[in-house]
């Protein structure tokens, strides 16, 4: 055991050495420009502790004098893979379904509203998946469609009045129409040259947002959108219908989970159909893609107009959740945002999708007491998630997945 | 052997912007043989293919294919026609399966039940890529990829297979192997072969006329059998 301990103390020593040197100027240097050693110290002194009792278990483990312990865990584990796996997928979708159905009569006002931000994400994650996770192309823009959704339901609502269910269609369609227009001249490009020409479209949009006073009201944003309002069947006096504005917060989070699962089973059909097949034979080989017959150039023109779909749908949603739209929503930074959701889950997996969307709304919420640590913290996970699992959350699973090959 | 070539360029001239790859190339395939072109790297050779595929456009000449120009036609509107390449350094891809790849390889086509047969075809052919039908394509041997890109561009149902460097990084015994099937799949199917190749001694060997490229242009052209015995060839390209 002294042996093992001595391969690793010295990366250990020089790794909290490094992380007082990273801890000081954060901790130690105060705005008014004292320095103090103090909490720097106790913080790291804490850390210190923590990770040490880490590092033994880890020596320990290695040289198994934890077998006693480590074997139970191990079967236990064991045991719950096999029983997951012999419960067929749709026991497991009906459980989630439930649990999702019921979720909002137990939790407050506040779990549901991060609970409707989670299904508008995925929404999001699950369309930037197609152009991302599938065609493989990097797409540093995305939330721009997302903005182009949330402001056409707003502008048709407020100049024209017109209703909800009007303009989520054409919400979806403007947004597709704003993806084509990026699309037709950047998608000739390839790999690093296509994040940075989208990164910059996505900017463009958001400027013109900000910047067209007579059609949006510029960084003001727009006022007085009128909520998703639904016909109920009244059944007093005779059999009518009745108009509701959707204001509880219950009714919205049904919607959005509606939203959130037609995401998914268009995502999940795609997938597995011949589109998506020669989206992945894109990703994998543009050139030998072409060669075998695929439209590269149709496809990646495909993939990228229905990513602006969902963004859209997604918008509009949006817009009329919050009744309130300015183009600070649609910065760089919630581009990058949904990226590290779909990166984080797994590109190309929709169950990993919706974990990391989970985990990246969810954490940051959890993390609430700590403030001002709050996006060291998540950095800080980003960074040990993508050393431990370079694949995502839930990877993609690849084999022998599509309906005519398993007969072959 | 009918007398109109399958597949003719005529004078055609092509490269990379200001980089002239090709200077006037002229070759004929007639239908069913095994044409070779040899020559030193970058000579030409991969370009010749990738111009004739359409993904480097051409600038001057004629490419003619069952006597049509197809100069203009998109890289993917060829397989359907019947040609189709094994481009160089195989290119299969890497994270789909076995299966998939040759799933691909048949993507115009939409007759399910006869893809089907075709895949098992292919598997009889190529008995190692049934035994790793589920198996990702990256994980493959360089020879297995290699008889991967070749079963993946047979699923075409191609009439002119174009043949990039198919002996390139792989062992000699399996460039043997390679080299079989090569010959193998133009006798059986009656697959017209255009063969680009460095290794001119198996290319010349396997193929019924050669032609030698040299900076862009065609210096030579002639029945294999000549070549192999032309003294000059002997000295430049098989090492004597």
């Known amino acids: 055991m002294i042996q093992e301990f001595k391969k690793v103390w010295k990366p250990y020593t020089i790794g909290m050495l490094w992380l007082l040197g990273l801890l000081w100027p954060l901790l130690g240097i105060h705005p008014d420009g004292t320095l103090t050693f103090q909490k720097t110290i106790t913080v790291w002194s804490y850390l210190l502790a923590g990770s040490f009792v880490c590092l033994m278990i880890y020596v320990l483990k290695g040289t198994d004098s934890l077998k006693f312990i480590a074997d139970p865990i191990s079967r236990a584990a064991g045991n719950i893979k096999t029983t997951s796996t012999a419960l067929p997928t749709w026991v497991w979708l009906a459980a989630g379904l439930i649990v999702a159905l019921i979720y909002p009569q137990f939790a407050g006002r506040y779990g549901t509203d991060v609970a409707i931000s989670v299904l508008l994400y995925i929404c999001l994650g699950l369309g930037l998946n197609v152009v991302v996770g599938l065609a493989g192309m990097l797409d540093l823009g995305y939330i721009a469609f997302y903005g182009v959704g949330a402001y056409t339901y707003a502008i048709l609502n407020t100049v024209y009045g017109l209703g909800f269910w009007v303009c989520l269609p054409l919400s979806a369609l403007t947004a597709c129409i704003a993806g084509c227009i990026v699309g037709y001249p950047t998608l000739r490009m390839r790999g690093d040259y296509l994040a940075i020409v989208t990164l910059g479209f996505g900017e463009i949009i958001r400027i013109i947002l900000n910047n067209w006073m007579e059609l949006t009201n510029g960084p003001n944003g727009i006022l007085g959108i009128k909520p998703i309002g639904i016909f109920l069947p009244v059944f007093e006096n005779g059999f009518t219908f009745e108009h509701f504005w959707m204001k509880k917060l219950q009714l919205f989070y049904y919607f959005a989970l509606g939203l959130a699962i037609v995401a998914a089973i268009c995502v999940h059909r795609l997938n597995f159909s011949r589109v998506g097949r020669a989206w992945e034979s894109i990703r994998e080989d543009e050139t030998a893609a072409e060669l075998m017959g695929v439209n590269t150039f149709i496809y990646k023109l495909l993939a990228y107009a229905m990513g602006a779909i969902f963004a859209g749908l997604a918008g509009a949603f949006f817009a009329a959740r919050m009744r309130f739209v300015s183009p600070e929503s649609f910065t760089f930074l919630e581009s990058a945002m949904v990226l590290c959701m779909v990166v984080l889950g797994g590109m190309g997996s929709i169950p990993g999708i919706i974990l990391g969307v989970a985990a990246l709304i969810a954490l940051p919420e959890i993390f609430r007491e700590f403030e001002s640590y709050r996006m060291l913290i998540f950095g800080a996970t980003m960074v040990i998630m993508m050393l431990f699992r370079p694949a995502g959350l839930i990877p993609a699973k690849r084999v022998g997945t599509r309906s005519e090959e398993k007969e072959g | ?240």
């Open chain 2, 1 to 240: 052997m009918s007398t109109q070539p399958i597949l003719e360029l005529k004078n055609v001239y092509s490269g990379y912007g200001s980089i002239k790859a090709l200077k006037g190339i002229s070759l004929k395939v007639m239908p069913g043989e095994i044409v070779a072109i040899i020559g030193a790297n970058g000579a030409g050779k991969s370009t010749t293919l990738m111009t004739i595929c359409g993904i480097v456009p051409v600038e001057k000449g004629e490419i003619l294919y069952q006597g049509k120009v197809i100069n203009k036609v998109l890289p993917e509107k060829l397989p359907v026609m019947g040609l189709c390449q094994v481009p160089e350094g195989r290119r299969i891809f890497p994270r789909l399966t076995v299966m998939e790849n040759l799933r691909l390889g048949a993507f115009y086509r939409d007759d399910t039940s006869q893809i089907m047969k075709d895949i098992q075809h292919s598997y009889e052919m190529f008995p190692i890529l049934g035994e790793r039908k589920s198996q990702k394509g990256g994980t493959l041997s360089g020879g297995e990829q290699q008889m991967l890109a070749i079963a993946r561009a047979l699923m075409t149902k191609p009439k002119v297979l174009l043949l990039d460097e198919p002996s390139l990084g792989l062992a000699p015994i399996i460039v043997q192997q390679i080299f079989d099937i090569i010959s193998q799949i133009n006798k059986e199917e009656g697959t017209t072969i255009l063969l680009v190749e460095q290794n001119a001694n198996l290319a010349l060997h396997a193929a019924s006329r050669g032609y030698v490229v040299e900076t862009g242009e065609i210096t030579l052209e002639d029945e294999a059998s000549s070549l192999l015995s032309n003294p000059k060839i002997r000295e430049a390209y098989l090492g004597e």
